[in-house]
């Protein structure tokens, strides 16, 4: 069976400083992992994706993940966050077993204090 | 290049009624999914389509929920009729390919339905 599993369903930080929302993952097959954001009444966006290359992926807007097979773990990271990260972000799995739908995990609502 | 296109944005009806939802993918693109988004969790699947045909609709409450992709183009989603539990966001995505992760999945912005 495949699952993904967001530790935390909120997150605070300050601006300028790291980010890291938390991932695991379940798999019977070799995952492909995702990171989409949500911003308010916007559609979900691809932050970036791991698909058995490098395990250290970098992303847009200065977001990067590192696969852990070990650790089940897809975290992403940011070194310093900006008031506009503040947004929904999902960590995705596509297991490729079958079809092609995604599994979502509930997201991480990150919020940026000034 | 044009998004994937939803309409409409909001909805309100009564439980048993009916609704319908439309999406209009990217061009070229072969491949259109549905998914269910409950307030507080994650997108999941409902339907995929490959051109016109389905691929998957395992999780489809198929008693209530159809879809169709006529012509493998635009796609339809009805609920009829409508119980409070299908309050929820409805996603359309669309990608160019099928059956393989390469190929990233564009999502519109939502249907927003609520049912009282």
């Known amino acids: 069976a495949q699952s993904v599993t967001q530790l935390d369903s909120h997150v605070s930080v300050s601006e300028g400083t790291p980010v890291l929302l938390r991932c695991n993952y379940s798999s019977s097959y070799s995952p492909s992992l995702f990171w989409y954001v949500q911003h308010p009444n916007k559609g979900l966006q691809l932050l970036l994706k791991y698909t058995s290359a490098a395990t250290l992926v970098k992303g847009i807007n200065g977001f990067e993940a590192e696969f852990k097979k070990s650790e089940t773990s897809f975290h992403l990271t940011k070194p310093s966050a900006h008031m506009s990260d503040a947004a929904e972000y999902f960590c995705v799995l596509y297991s490729g077993g079958g079809a092609d739908g995604l599994t979502f995990g509930k997201g991480t609502h990150l919020i940026i204090q000034p | 290049e044009a998004g994937v296109a939803q309409s409409p944005r909001y909805k309100i009806i009564e439980k048993r009624q009916s609704v319908a939802f439309w999406c209009n993918p990217i061009s070229g693109h072969a491949t259109l999914y549905w998914y269910q988004q409950i307030l507080g969790q ?35 989603l009805k609920i009829q009729p409508a119980k409070l539990e299908d309050s929820a966001v409805y996603l359309c995505a669309s990608s160019f390919g099928f059956r393989g992760s390469s190929y990233e999945q564009y999502f519109g912005p939502g249907t927003r339905l609520t049912v009282t």
Do not use: Y
């Open chain 2, 42 to 76: 994650g997108p999941k699947l409902l339907i995929q389509f490959q051109n016109n045909g389905v691929v998957d609709d395992s999780q489809l409450p198929k008693d209530r929920f159809s879809a169709e992709r006529l012509k493998g183009v635009d796609s339809t």
